[in-house]
T-cell receptor, first 116, second 114 residues
Framework: AQKITQTQPGMFVQEKEAVTLDCTYDTSDPSYGLFWYKQPSSGEMIFLIYQGSYDQQNATEGRYSLNFQKARKSANLVISASQLGDSAMYFCAMRERMDSSYKLIFGSGTRLLVRP | DVKVTQSSRYLVKRTGEKVFLECVQDMDHENMFWYRQDPGLGLRLIYFSYDVKMKEKGDIPEGYSVSREKKERFSLILESASTNQTSMYLC?????????????FGDGTRLSIL
């Protein structure tokens, strides 16, 4: 069963506008972490933001914010004031228990293209 | 800032060769990971290590081995490289094993096996 679902294979956004990238997850573990990563065409995987399952407030990190709706099991990434350099693949990931440690499970990614 | 360094950005090797991919982190992290990333298959965990000299198999360990002799260094070894191991390899580290500990990645190694 798909643990992390990103339903948008690709998205366009106009420069300086905000964009929301969707992510839903599935877990029965009460303790988990949700993460967003950015992967430019050069290949490196850049950690952006994370949300803990017990966090009361939505995480924010500069222009990135995470819209965490626990009951709906969604953790959407919001990028405000898009820039051309935001064009990249974006991966949602969840860390959940695997035997004695925690495994990071990735979604299939969303390719974001920022138009000038 | 966490720095995870992979020894090569691009690597070309021949079938049957023994290939070493090196990864070093500078933040005294306990855990280190090796993934491969392929189009349509996403990121898949090959091996991980939660302590020096400790290793655990991930989802696709076949054809690979790892070595962690020092805390900061985690090596991925292709014992006898094959063309189906052509891929993007990503190393990551995290401070702890807990669910809230982010994994930080290196720049990746694009490996081609001819």
């Amino acid at each position: 069963a798909q643990k992390i679902t990103q339903t948008q294979p690709g998205m366009f956004v106009q420069e300086k506008e905000a964009v929301t990238l969707d992510c839903t997850y599935d877990t029965s573990d009460p303790s988990y972490g949700l993460f967003w990563y950015k992967q430019p065409s050069s290949g490196e995987m850049i950690f952006l933001i994370y949300q803990g399952s017990y966090d009361q407030q939505n995480a924010t990190e500069g222009r990135y914010s995470l819209n965490f709706q626990k009951a709906r099991k969604s953790a959407n990434l919001v990028i405000s004031a898009s820039q051309l350099g935001d064009s990249a693949m974006y991966f949602c990931a969840m860390r959940e228990r695997m035997d004695s440690s925690y495994k990071l499970i990735f979604g299939s990614g969303t390719r974001l293209l920022v138009r000038p | 800032d966490v720095k995870v360094t992979q020894s090569s950005r691009y690597l070309v090797k021949r079938t049957g060769e023994k290939v070493f991919l090196e990864c070093v982190q500078d933040m005294d992290h306990e855990n280190m990971f090796w993934y491969r990333q392929d189009p349509g298959l996403g990121l898949r965990l090959i091996y991980f290590s939660y302590d020096v000299k400790m290793k655990e198999k991930g989802d696709i360990p076949e054809g690979y081995s790892v070595s962690r002799e020092k805390k900061e260094r985690f090596s991925l070894i292709l014992e006898s490289a094959s063309t189906n191991q052509t891929s993007m390899y990503l190393c990551a580290s995290s401070l702890t094993t807990g669910p809230l500990s982010a994994q930080h990645f290196g720049d990746g190694t694009r490996l081609s096996i001819l």
